[in-house]
Each structure stands twice: as structure tokens, then as C-alpha cells.
């Protein structure tokens, strides 16, 4: 029975840790149109913490892997893989081709971009993180919650945070994070109200502790300012 209806979208960013158990969640819920932008090829190093990618698979693309992998799980499916990087013009267009935006990528400019397309189309984001022991999420619900840029504003210069291959990542917290991301799409394409909308939940497996932080829209934010001064007034509790 599907959770979702058949004719709603996901624009999916990633196949690695996050976006391949989101990936799975979507398509186990009915979603039958992804668009999966992803790049590079697949390194051995993948295998112990990427749920879609196999041994056979080592040297292959990403996205065309991911999506021969879920064509085959789920009949039915139609998939596109689309090769990053992409310009913002390409990101924005297919914002608004699919209902929800699921933010899996490994670059933090990237992630940026992505917050930013999305927000430009006026499509929910889900937007997750990984590094070591630590996982975040976030729900940004354009012109009702803030955004990715209302909370750190620019990404971090480069070489300034070390990514998950340099600094190593748990690989069953990416499972964790991956499927509450691909979870909290499904709650959105069903027309629920999102667990994260408004606050960045950070989990830290280390210690098994979890905050949440409200988000609120800031003023003057360069990305959703503007829409919460120009369509409505920012009086949204972060998670009420």
C-alpha cells in the first residue's frame, strides 16, 4: 500500500550515506518519479556505510549505479540521474519539476545551493549532515520557516571543516539520519506537517544525546529574507 501518492516527486541530492537510505524509504512509501543528482564514480571505500552500491559497482558511476540499483528493487520507478555539478539556472529548474527536495550532498557549497534552489522554487527542503558521531537535520519550509543561510549564512572557506573522508563518519548513524530524512519526505509528500520544519535537530551518537534549535527566519537573509518580509509576517514557533 503506498504512503505517498503516485504521482508525486522527489529531487534527491546524493546516493552516498544520506541519500541512498532516503532513497530506499522514498521508494518503499510509493513515490514513483525521482531525479537524482549525483557525480563521481564509486570507490571501495563506499561499500561499508552506502546501502545502494555493491562490489560489482566499484569504478562505476554513482547515479547511473544508484539508479540501475533502484530501477531493479522497484518496478515501476522512474528515475533520472542528472551528473553534478549543475549550474543554479539547472538546480532551480528542477526544484520546480518535483514536490520535495532531499539535500544528501557531501559539499557544503553544494548544500548551500541546493537550500538555495529550493527555497527559489517554493519546494520543502530536508536537509541533512554527517561528520564522525554527529548527525543534523532540518526541514525548511519556504516562506513559513527559516532557511539553511538564516542559520550559518555562508558556507564555511575551503579546507576549513574536514569532510566525511577525511574525518570518518559512523556508518549506521548515516543509516539512521538517511532513513529519518527519507521518512520526514514521505511525512511531506503526504501533506503532513514535518517533524523538522523550523529547528536543526543535531544527534550525537557518542554520548546518545540530541537538542533541537529553533530556526527562525533572520532578517536581511539574502536567500528567504525578502519573502518573509514581502508575503507574511515570521510568527512561527520553530516546532509547533
Given amino acids: 500500500m503506498n504512503i505517498v501518492p503516485t504521482d508525486k516527486s522527489a529531487l534527491v541530492f546524493g546516493a552516498g550515506g544520506l541519500g541512498g537510505p532516503a532513497l530506499l524509504v522514498l521508494c518503499s512509501a510509493g513515490v ?3 531525479v537524482l543528482v549525483e557525480e563521481g564514480k564509486v570507490e571501495s571505500s563506499d561499500l561499508s556505510w552506502q546501502p545502494l552500491f555493491r562490489e560489482v559497482d566499484v569504478g562505476a558511476r554513482r547515479g547511473a549505479s544508484a539508479a540501475a540499483r533502484l530501477s531493479l528493487s522497484f518496478p515501476g520507478l522512474a528515475v533520472e540521474a542528472r551528473e553534478g555539478p549543475l549550474d543554479d539556472a539547472s538546480l532551480l529548474e ?3 519539476s518535483t514536490d520535495v527536495v532531499i539535500d544528501g550532498a ?3 557549497a553544494t548544500k548551500f ?3 538555495d534552489a529550493a527555497v527559489a ?3 520543502p527542503l530536508v536537509h541533512g549532515g554527517l561528520v564522525r558521531y554527529s548527525a543534523q ?3 525548511v519550509m519556504p516562506g513559513s520557516t527559516g532557511c539553511l543561510r538564516c542559520l550559518f549564512e555562508a558556507p564555511p572557506g575551503p579546507n576549513s571543516v574536514p569532510t566525511c573522508a577525511e574525518a570518518g563518519v559512523l556508518g549506521p548513524l548515516a543509516g539512521l539520519a538517511g532513513s529519518l530524512m527519507g521518512s520526514e519526505a514521505v511525512r511531506l509528500l503526504a501533506g ?3 517533524t523538522y520544519a523550523g529547528r536543526l535537530v543535531v544527534y550525537e551518537a557518542r554520548g546518545a544525546r540530541s537538542r533541537a534549535v529553533p530556526l527562525r527566519p533572520r532578517a536581511g537573509c539574502p536567500t528567504c529574507g525578502h519573502r518573509h518580509t514581502q508575503d507574511e509576517p515570521a510568527t512561527q514557533e520553530a516546532g509547533t
Fill in 32 to 34: 514513483r518519479r525521482i
Fill in 94 to 96: 528542477l526544484a520546480r
Fill in 106 to 108: 557531501v559539499e557544503l
Fill in 113 to 115: 545551493r541546493v537550500n
Fill in 121 to 123: 522554487a517554493h519546494k
Fill in 137 to 139: 537535520l532540518l526541514t
Fill in 192 to 194: 503532513e506537517r514535518g
